[in-house]
């Protein structure tokens, strides 16, 4: 059964900050793993889609790797803003189709 | 990316009652439904998974004659919470999902609160 984690559980950083949050996950065979940020009380809004044979992707000031051989990914957040702060959701997609989610890492960036 | 549609947003209702959740894919169609809950503080758990025109399966401690699932078009499936109870307050997203598409998508989500 596929475990998703991350680390740290919550962050909280002053404005500018380079930022790393981390993702692991313990079957390697994944089709695709996604980023998500999560504000409070709403929906989920998708960050950046790595398939199974890429080994990152970048979006503006985020870019998310992944190392699928040792079962991780993080996600990097260049120059953090207080528009940044959300919980930051992992999940990774196997043979079922279904996502299995991290518990999340909540971020604070203060002003 | 895929536009989905989830009413309502959020929804008070009494012990005992009923709510249902529609979930609507608007520009894809949809022949498989996903749906997660989420508990205050945790992350997302898949609750069931349909497929059009088929009977729903759940995952391991979802009641299935407690959650109704409904996905009997490509473009709308329903999650209907049947005599709900304090404890089944949570947030209810849903994923829908066909063959072609490798991202995954959800809808707004919906906050339930029995009181």
């Known amino acids: 059964k596929q475990e998703v984690t991350q680390i740290p559980a919550a962050l909280s950083v002053p404005e500018g900050e380079n930022l790393v949050l981390n993702c692991s996950f313990t079957d390697s065979a994944i089709y695709n793993l996604q980023w998500f940020r999560q504000d409070p009380g709403k929906g989920l809004t998708s960050l950046l889609l790595?398939?199974?044979?890429?080994r990152e992707q970048t979006s503006g000031r985020l870019n998310a790797s992944l190392d699928k051989s040792s079962g991780r990914s993080t996600l990097y957040i260049a120059a953090s803003q207080p528009g940044d702060s959300a919980t930051y959701l992992c999940?990774?997609?196997?043979?079922?189709?279904?996502?299995?989610f991290g518990s999340g890492t909540r971020l604070q960036v203060q002003p | 990316g895929a536009v989905v549609s989830q009413h309502p947003s959020w929804v008070i209702c009494k012990s005992g009652t009923s709510v249902k959740i529609e979930c609507r894919s608007l520009?894809?169609?949809?022949?498989?439904m996903f749906w997660y809950r989420q508990f205050p503080k945790q992350s997302l758990m898949l609750m069931a998974t349909?497929?059009?025109?088929?009977?729903?399966?759940?995952e391991q401690g979802v009641e299935k004659d407690k959650f109704l699932i409904n996905h009997a078009s490509l473009t709308l499936s329903t999650l209907t919470v049947t005599s709900a109870h304090p404890e089944d307050s949570s947030f209810y997203i849903c994923s829908p999902q066909n063959r072609v598409t490798t991202e995954a998508f959800f809808g707004q989500g919906t906050r339930l609160t029995v009181v």
């Open positions: 520009d894809f169609q949809a022949t498989t």
């Open positions: 999940a990774v997609h196997t043979g079922r189709r279904a996502l299995t």
């Open positions: 349909s497929n059009e025109g088929s009977k729903a399966t759940y």
């Open positions: 790595i398939q199974s044979s890429q």
